[in-house]
Nanobody, 115 residues
Framework: QVQLTESGGGLVQPGGSLRVSCAAS????????MGWYRQAPGKQRELVAR???????IYADSVKGRFTISRDNAKNTVYLQLNSLKPEDTAVYYC?????????WGQGTQVTVSS
């Protein structure tokens, strides 16, 4: 079993920055992908960014150039740096880990962008 523990998030003004973190514990295999998804009220959950253990990344078009995903393999932790935040970035952000066809999710952390 895998547990994902998220931290960070909160309320920030438009144009501001925030960092969210996610630490994985339990049965972590050598090959996995970690990432962040988000879900705004009334909308479907969508991919924000994803990173492989080798460091290859994928970003949603809406966050390219503003968000940066990174990971510390020694700590099994993934980070998401959110810069130049917009009100439309407001959502619950979920950490995800995928390995050998199995998906694991964090409990979600709220990011609210508002003046």
């Amino acid at each position: 079993q895998v547990q994902l523990t998220e931290s960070g998030g909160g309320l920030v003004q438009p144009g501001g920055s925030l960092r969210v973190s996610c630490a994985a514990s339990g049965s972590i295999l050598n090959i996995n992908t970690m990432g962040w998804y988000r879900q705004a009220p009334g909308k479907q959950r969508e991919l924000v960014a994803r990173i492989t253990k080798g460091g290859n990344t994928i970003y949603a078009d809406s966050v390219k150039g503003r968000f940066t995903i990174s990971r510390d393999n020694a700590k099994n932790t993934v980070y998401l740096q959110l810069n130049s935040l917009k009100p439309e970035d407001t959502a619950v952000y979920y950490c995800h880990l995928g390995q050998y066809g199995l998906d694991y999710w964090g409990q979600g952390t709220q990011v609210t962008v508002s003046s």
